[in-house]
């Protein structure tokens, strides 16, 4: 039986979904402002390894996960790239595609757009205006008024005195110091939509609110994010969708810890912000490093953990295709259905379900390929690698980090191109990163050099 950590009542909870047998999930995703970090790479694996496990114990998951494509940030960003908006969310958003894909991510069942989603979020703010919660400032936007919602802060547990900030009077004109905009109204050159308030756009913890509602209904079982989205985003969420709609928004709150750097926070303000394509690893060892950290301690980046990881990942899936190889030569050319081991199984269900402890049920993997009397290895290896995601059974492939093989390919449409004089300065190229290329006949071998 799983157990989960819910932020809302803050304790592990047994898990349970409002309909049998179906969960419907919605993961607040990425804001099309920059390229992917490590802090992305965080909570889409961490996601990725709940919902994977749920599906291993056999429920069926309507995972949503949504795109940010506009905000203060995107039109900040884009304005400083000197390119338009769609022109840089566009790119973002490949950005973001691509390495989630080389992670190993499974794609979203449904991955609703902000700007696909402006009507419902229009519905939304005017059904909070029919409820008395909202206000207008001219020439700035919509708020809500978080004195009108009594369970404002339950989430967070926030001081909502603090928030709602006494007698004194907001430089800004909002009511209390909490009140957030659910409507911006346009400034010049922004883009806008039509709206009974005039010409503007939706604030961001709105956009969260109309596209969870409208694709999974309300409440769904389990809404999850980043810590850091827990005040103010995921509290005013709450405030909107359970004034708005009149229902409890999610049952289950779940929230991922965050990336620290030598266990400082990271960010871009700080200078030690870590963008994945700068990582010199490979997608799976970057996976292996999250998985091997349970979801919601914090995950601390440097260069000796990393390469722990990559050494530890290289470890695993060798024992993991000897185990695969031993299998083929007893079996040989016979059809053989592939056991699984129940016990190791059961250790490693164990593990999971007490709130996803996936570095001892990646200590179970460990102790079942080292035994050497362990029966149905292979099986149970596949079993465990559904939910851990590495690909421990694929056959084998030298780690390459990516910006390796981006130039690894570039080399070989190069040498496609006949242009052997571009093909020779990537290979140098590359051996000075420390990586050699052969040109056999069976295709291309890079090695570490
Ligand atoms: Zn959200």
Known sequence: MLKLYNTLTRKKEVFKPIKVGKIGMYVCGPTLNGI?????????????????????????????????????????????????????????????????????????????????????????????????????????????????????????????????????????????????????????????????????????????????????????????????????????????????????????????????????KMGKSLGNFKNIEDLDYAPMVIRYFVVSNQYRKPLDFSKTALDDARNSYERLKRLCLAAKDARKSEVGSRKSEEKVNEKYLKMFEKEMDDDLNAPRAMAVLWKLVRDSDADGKVGTIRKMDEVFGLELLDKEEVLIPAKVQDIVDEREGARAGKDFARSDLLRDRLKDMGWIVRDGKDGVEVEKG
Request: include cysteine; glycine fraction near 12%.
């Open 36 to 264: 992917p970090h490590l802090g992305h790479a965080m909570s889409q694996i961490s996601f990725d390894v709940l919902r994977r496990y749920l599906i291993f114990s056999g429920f069926d998951v309507e995972f949503v996960s949504n795109i940010t494509d506009i905000d203060d940030k995107i039109i900040a960003g884009a304005n400083e790239a000197g390119i338009g908006i769609d022109e840089f969310s566009e790119k973002n958003l490949k950005a973001h595609t691509v390495e989630y894909e080389k992670l190993n991510i499974m794609k979203p069942d449904v991955q609703p757009r902000a700007t696909d989603y402006v009507k419902d979020m229009i519905g939304l703010v005017k059904k909070l205006e029919k409820k008395g919660v909202t206000y207008l400032i001219e020439g700035d936007g919509v708020y809500f008024d978080i004195s009108k919602f009594d369970d404002y802060g339950k989430l967070s547990g926030q001081n909502v005195e603090d928030l709602e900030g006494g007698k004194r009077v907001a430089v800004d004109g909002k009511k209390n110091n909490g009140d957030f905009a659910l409507w911006k109204l346009a400034k010049e050159g922004e883009p806008s939509w039509d709206s009974p308030w005039g010409e503007g756009r939706p604030g961001w913890h709105i956009e969260c609110s109309a596209m969870s509602e409208k694709i999974l209904g309300l409440p769904f079982d389990i809404h999850g994010g980043g810590s850091d989205l827990i005040f103010p985003h995921h509290e005013d969420e709450i405030a909107q969708s359970e004034t708005g709609y009149g229902k409890e928004m999610a049952k289950f709150w779940v929230h991922n810890g965050m990336v620290t750097v030598g266990g400082k």
